[in-house]
């Protein structure tokens, strides 16, 4: 059974427009949640995290958003732009500090110039 | 500094045949994991370690065995190829703190036939 998924495979968007990726989760006891980017051939790259205790954060051009009783979070980046074209993976821990991730099956972004 | 290395970043392996996936990383972390990635399924964590001599199973571990000597190596031994086990391969380390951010390596694409 997924705990945490990424029901859309893909996504395009235009270059300056915004771009929301959405994360599902069932488990009720995760309280951390983070973003990674991949680009092919490499590692993923830690993007934006936030904790149970807020329902958003930001940084720069993105912005992570928290709905606790809907068990949902989201990425919005705006603008987009070409060089955000990456997969996205969303993952969720049950207790900072445990270092246990469960991952989302990733999104796939491109942003068209 | 390299951050995490992985070797090799190709292998072909024979069913049955052993083999050593090797990550070694140069932040002093003490955290480091092990995760498989395949198509739809996202990352799944293999076995990770908080400290030398310190490892535990994490989703996926059978077929795996992992050991901790050094703060900085990781490897992980797969003492009996199956073809179940052709993935990708990404090592991550853990800098404790606000964020829990992982820093993975750049993969190893292991087939095995």
């Known amino acids: 059974d997924q705990q945490v998924k990424q029901n859309s495979p893909s996504l395009s968007v235009q270059e300056g427009r915004i771009s929301i990726l959405n994360c599902d989760y069932t488990?009720?006891?995760?309280?951390?949640f983070l973003w990674y980017k991949k680009y092919p051939a490499e590692g993923p790259t830690f993007l934006i995290s936030?904790?149970?205790?807020?329902d958003k954060n930001e940084d720069g051009r993105f912005t992570v958003f928290l709905n606790k009783s809907a068990k949902h979070l989201s990425l919005h980046i705006v603008p987009s732009q070409p060089g955000d074209s990456a997969v996205y993976f969303c993952a969720a821990s049950a207790r900072r500090g445990t270092y246990k991730y469960i991952f989302g099956t990733g999104t796939r972004l491109k942003v068209l110039a | 500094n390299a951050g995490v290395t992985q070797t090799p970043k190709f292998q072909v392996l024979k069913t049955g045949q052993s083999m050593t996936l090797q990550c070694a990383q140069d932040m002093n972390h003490e955290y480091m994991s092990w995760y498989r990635q395949d198509p739809g399924m996202g990352l799944r964590l293999i076995h990770y370690?908080?400290?030398?001599?310190?490892?535990d199973q994490g989703e996926v571990p059978n077929g795996y065995n992992v050991s901790r000597s050094t703060t900085e190596d990781f490897p992980l031994r797969l003492l009996s190829a199956a073809p179940s086990q052709t993935s990708v391969y990404f090592c991550a380390s853990t800098q404790a703190g606000y964020t829990d951010t992982q820093y993975f390596g750049p993969g190893t694409r292991l087939t095995v036939l």
């Open positions: 936030i904790s149970s205790i807020k």
């Open positions: 488990n009720s006891m995760f309280d951390y």
């Open positions: 370690s908080v400290g030398a001599g310190i490892t």
